[in-house]
């Protein structure tokens, strides 16, 4: 027994400042494992690495590399976020001593305790999920939050508790059916241990990053009753023969209570993994604790409570491999054989074991012990296999993060082993065949295990995803019992204008999506990874887009089809916050948007399928745009943010001319870090701006500029002292309101009362990611890290509306087509009221909000909307539509230039998601560097289409033909697509199939599976087609339309159209006019084909486009290519006549 220790309350404040509350501690890999490491991952290992340093060089490795998920990327996002609030100005990480912790407690809680007068008067803050999430086919779906720990009460089995990740504690008071936080008062970091008192459901200890806490009222008050720096809990155990004596397994050692948490004893001081009790004797307690000087975990035995232990070695694992590591261990024991001992073991009994030692047993309650599934670690094989990585090929493992095991109540032959993935053994340890997680679907259960507990009442499994429960041990019972944990960690959010829609990257647990029929606190999840992104359309708000799943339709309720089309573009997206960049739209035309992307501005007039550049903003590509501003009452004005590539001190841009040209702008001095610039501007006035820096120090955290930028004004108050502003946005038609968001809090200034809290009913850290209004319901919603979405009515309404009519395109060349507006007003819908009117249009006006207009003939046309609220306060605003000529006459195209080009547009049946867009990956026959890309490959159209339409005017012309180069590799005969060349002549009323080919007869190259298809110089063909049909018509569309059936990827490039300007009665057919044969080698001479004889110019260009041939040459005339000029390669020729012309490409063998 070593020291005894009464402890006092502690609660740890500088924690709270942690971006996502994680709290966990970091257990570096291997040390062959980090040798194998890119430069970015070792450096970031070291003792004191420099964050910044580690930063630049991860961002350099992953310009050039793909990223792929493994356990540096991992340990990367949790350290990064974890160090963020303790990094100085140099880039090193300081953390704080004690005294200046308390400091800091006593400050917060005396801000607090002086506010909480003031508090209830602002806001009315309620969470409204995720409560429920729900796959595609509307069945429950395993991602919602990240739940550590679980634990059921003996002695009222209706009655658990559980703990996640971000820190926070939920009770079920019926088995787990339903869940709601009783910790929002506090503050928690991940809780990763919580038991029950086995004789009072009211009395539990929940255990987190340095201290553990206990409640004796059923979670309605919390204290500290063990604190000690590095504690790191991952076990507590409270003996039911005698519920005083309390075990707390951590890092730090095992410690001892026999006063229910009053006072300590220390037993040990070296990590402690797990403590179990045996089975019907709470004398004798388990412990697995590590030997540094070993480096292996070991096995003791108490059999006095745990007062003290002794060690039980004979047959257990040993090492002497100079490489050998103790990654943790986990303990098994069930009723159905008390001297029955399972260990999880976890590490590296050598190099290249990859996080897995092996599967140990006891049948003598821990005297011997053997390894049923040898060797330990490695080699592996389909009989001896890594329980703990991804899967084989992908050595990627989490260490003790993902380690936990548990054995049937029934038939102690039966096991569960959690890591990655759930597997089992119904043999005792000998096999072991994989039920769930990434490698296996027998059981639908998320990836990545957390707790396995056993219970009397059944057994439990929490995850990376939530809780799931099984009567039989999950053999035929797999219930999902997350309803209530609203505990999501939202690493983006994108709100609906005028439907109630959200949609967000979570960590975790991919993308989930929210509309108002699904019901409340019910999502659908999209699927996708853990990205930090979520932005909705605002003129279709049914339209979203997430940078790992592209554009998708939601549906209108849950169960019925998801559609998905693409995102040509994501913008700069960061898991720290306020490091990210957005996606803004024209607040004219939902179809124009704007992102940032590195250290670019880019704007995309298609709905976000495809993208160019802007402007750049200096030569660093890491010096990257993060927020931006469009003024909707002047939208040629744009404010832009940049971070630096290094260093503390970001960039303000300002465009008055719609991003043709930018002045950087001085921003206002302040002590602390200013790389992350927020920014908040008033939709009435252009010059009227709020900034704020996330890294400043107390005093110097929001300016305001009512100039455009030119002078500042310091607004902050001491009331903002201590908290990181996280996101800010201004209030619509107020005297200067703006909301202004913390990890603790929200306040909200105004110019009439200056500054008020507004937190009335946020948990007390609410860890804000991204703030958003919600003008048709007069609410404010947060995101947040790890506390699920939260909203409030708004502080102040609105004092008159805001009007911004809006369009799904602010032009066109048919007079025929539909335009589609919707009103993107700041206006509460309740009692509104619209007005439209349409000059020229059909209808002449509308009283709906979102009326569909077709226009009369070419020109200008204005379109005017007053909108009118509840309270007969009204606003108008008006746009002009323009509906253009055709004077394109011929077409050749390259793609090499902005996209879609000129007189090209794409659309796509799914409601506006497109698929074709620019790439720089493949050009026709590697001559070019771009070409037109339909990316069937990541994209599912579900036999839907998306098309690529050129716009031409054939009125004066006569015999035009279309040639174009295409590549594709069919994925498979089941996922074939299928390329369709139409033509329209009034408009696209209707349409002639000119050509439809697909799988093997579309394909250039074989089959191809393995990744997505990139066709080499000899994968193009290209095709030639007769549009006679035509000739003569005014207003041509030529459509490339893709149906995608998710097979591969589809590339079209140099596409030309030609024909001839002639008087009537003029015309001679030239028909079958080519060069041949075709390949043709080198020194043999080429024919011209066709009938009647004409004169042609024919040039020749080689594979740089030098000219190296022109000649007259008449048909039925041949030339010889000289072996001195036309070495063995691929050539293009242009044939010209006076009333025809082709292009083609001509192989010299």
Excluded at 436 to 462: C, K, S, V
Excluded at 588 to 598: A, P
Aim: net charge negative; with cysteine; hydrophobic share 35%.
């Amino acid at each position: 027994m070593k020291n005894k220790c009464i402890v006092s309350f502690f609660l740890l404040f500088a924690i709270a400042q942690n971006t996502s509350a994680q709290f966990i501690n970091f257990y570096k890999p291997a040390g062959y494992e980090i040798a194998e490491a890119p430069q970015w991952a070792q450096k970031m290992y070291s003792d004191d690495p420099n964050v910044y340093e580690v930063d630049q060089l991860y961002n350099v490795y992953y310009e050039t590399h793909l990223f792929e998920k493994n356990y540096h990327t991992q340990y990367y996002k949790r350290w990064r976020r974890f160090v963020a609030p303790f990094i100085n100005e140099n880039g090193f990480v300081v953390l704080p001593e004690v005294a200046e912790f308390n400091q800091q407690i006593n400050t917060i809680l005396e801000k607090r305790t002086s506010s909480s007068a003031s508090r209830s008067s602002g806001g009315d803050w309620e969470n409204i999920g995720p409560y429920q999430t729900y796959n595609a086919d509307a069945g429950y779906s395993n991602d919602q939050t990240n739940v550590y720990s679980i634990d059921q009460s003996l002695s009222d089995p209706d009655i658990l508790y559980c703990g996640t990740e971000p820190g926070e504690i939920y009770k079920s008071i019926n088995g787990g059916a339903s869940w709601e936080g009783v910790t929002n008062p506090y503050y928690f970091a991940g809780v990763e241990a919580i038991e029950i008192d086995p004789a009072d459901p009211d009395i539990v200890y929940a255990a987190n990053g340095w201290n553990v806490y206990k409640t004796s009222d059923g979670g309605t008050t919390w204290s500290t009753v063990l604190s000690l720096t590095s504690l790191w809990p991952h076990e507590i155990l409270v003996n039911p023969s005698n519920t005083n004596i309390v075990l707390v397994a951590a890092d730090a050692g095992l410690f001892r209570s026999e006063d229910a948490g009053v006072t300590w004893n220390t037993l040990y001081e070296d990590n402690c993994w797990d403590i179990k009790l045996k089975p019907g004797d709470d004398d004798i307690v388990y412990l697995l604790k590590n030997n540094p000087l070993e480096k292996r975990s070991e096995f003791f035995i108490s059999d006095n409570m745990g007062a003290t232990f002794i060690l039980k070695d004979n047959g257990w694992y040993s090492s002497a491999d100079a490489e050998r590591y103790d990654g943790g261990a986990r303990l098994a024991v069930t009723p159905a054989d008390p001297n029955r001992i399972y260990v999880y073991l976890i590490g590296g009994s050598k190099s290249g074991d990859y996080g897995y030692i092996g599967i140990y047993r006891s049948d003598d309650g821990g005297e011997t012990w053997y390894l049923p599934n040898g060797p330990d670690g490695s080699p592996y094989d389909s009989d001896h296999q890594n329980l703990a990585i991804g899967w084989v090929g992908w050595n990627y493992h989490q260490g003790f993060y993902n380690c936990a095991i548990m054995t049937s109540n029934d038939d102690a032959d039966k096991i569960l082993i959690g890591g990655l993935n759930l597997w089992k053994s119904d043999d005792g340890g000998y096999t072991f065949e994989p039920l769930g997680g990434y490698i296996a679907d027998e059981l639908d259960m998320h990836p990545d295990m957390q707790d396995f507990r056993a219970t009397e009442n059944g057994y439990w499994i929490t995850s990376d995803g939530g809780v799931n429960f099984s009567y039989d041990f999950f053999v035929s019972d797999n219930q999902r019992r997350s309803a209530g944990i609203h505990g999501a960690d939202y690493w983006g959010f994108g709100q609906g204008w005028n439907q109630d829609i959200f949609v967000g990257g979570l960590y975790h647990n991919g993308n989930l999506a929210y509309y108002e029929n699904y019901g409340d606190g019910n999502f659908l999840q999209l699927g996708g990874a853990e990205p930090a992104s979520g932005y909705v359309n605002p003129g279709n708000n049914l339209k979203v887009y997430s940078s790992d799943i592209g554009a998708v339709i939601i549906p209108e309720s849950i169960g019925e089809p998801i559609q998905w089309g693409s995102l040509g573009l994501a913008p700069n997206e960061s898991y720290w916050s306020a490091w990210s960049s957005e996606m803004e739209f024209d607040p004219r035309c939902y179809n124009i948007c704007f992102l940032g992307n590195e250290n670019k501005l880019w704007r995309s007039t298609d709905g976000a399928t495809s993208f160019n550049v802007l402007y750049t903003f200096g030569t660093n590509v890491n010096a990257k745009v993060l927020y931006f501003e469009i003024a909707r009452s002047n939208p040629a004005v744009m404010y832009v943010a940049q971070a630096p590539a290094s260093g503390s001190l970001g960039d303000l841009w300002k465009t008055t001319d719609g991003g043709i040209t930018f002045t950087e702008l001085s921003i206002p001095p302040a002590s602390g870090y200013r790389d992350r610039i927020l920014l908040a501007l008033d939709p009435e006035n252009e010059n009227n701006l709020y900034l704020a820096y996330p890294g400043a120090n107390d005093g110097n955290k929001i300016f305001h500029s009512d100039d455009g930028g030119i002078s500042w004004i310091n607004i902050t108050s001491d009331m903002l002292n201590g908290e990181e502003v996280r996101s800010i946005f201004y209030a619509g038609a107020t005297d200067g309101g703006v909301y202004y968001c913390t990890n603790y809090s929200v306040y909200y200034y105004n110019n009439t009362i200056g500054w008020a809290e507004f937190s009335d009913g946020l948990p007390f850290y609410a860890n804000t990611d991204i703030s958003k209004p919600f003008y048709r319901d007069g609410k404010i919603r947060l995101a947040t890290y790890g506390k699920g979405i939260w909203q409030s009515d708004l502080y102040e309404e609105p004092a008159h509306p805001v009007c911004q009519p809006m369009v799904d395109k602010l032009n066109t060349y048919c007079a025929s087509d539909t335009f589609y507006f919707e009103d993107y007003s700041i206006i509460n819908h309740e009692g509104a009221t619209w007005g439209w009117v349409f000059e020229g249009g059909t209808p002449s006006s509308s009283a709906v909000r979102n009326p569909k207009v077709i226009f009369d003939g070419t020109g200008s046309h204005e379109v005017t909307l007053t909108v009118t609220d509840i309270n007969g306060n009204a606003s108008t605003g008006s746009l002009i539509i323009t509906i253009d000529e055709i004077d394109q006459t011929e077409i050749a195209e390259t793609f090499e230039d902005i996209f879609p080009p000129a007189y090209w547009t794409t659309t796509g049946i799914n409601a506006g998601t497109g698929i074709w867009n620019k790439t720089t990956d493949a050009g026709g026959y590697d001559e070019s560097s771009s070409s037109a890309l339909a990316n069937n490959y990541w994209y599912d159209l579900q036999g839907a289409y998306g098309d690529l339409r050129a716009f031409i005017n054939l009125s004066a012309v006569t015999s035009p033909e279309l040639f174009y180069d295409v590549a594709y590799a069919q994925y498979s005969d089941a996922y074939s697509d299928t390329l369709v060349i139409l033509i329209s002549m009034d408009c696209g009323e209707t349409f002639t199939e000119l050509y439809r080919s697909g799988g093997d007869d579309l394909s250039t190259a074989p089959d191809y599976t393995a990744d997505i298809f990139y066709p080499d110089a000899s994968e193009w063909r290209t095709d030639s087609l007769d549009l006679s049909i035509a000739a003569g018509a005014e207003n041509v569309q030529i459509i490339f339309r893709n149906i995608g059936r998710w097979g591969q990827a589809l590339y079209i490039d140099n596409v030309n159209v030609k024909g001839f300007t002639v008087g009537v009665g003029n015309t001679i057919a030239v028909k079958g006019v080519n060069i041949y044969p075709n390949p043709v080698a080198s020194g043999n001479a080429i024919t011209l084909s066709g009938n009647p004889e004409k004169q042609f110019s024919l040039e020749i260009f080689d594979a740089t486009g030098k000219m190296v041939l022109k000649e007259n040459i008449s048909t039925g005339q041949s030339i010889l290519l000289d072996k001195k000029i036309f070495s063995a390669g691929l050539y293009t020729f242009k044939l010209e006549g006076e009333e025809y012309m082709r292009f083609g490409k001509l192989i010299v063998m």
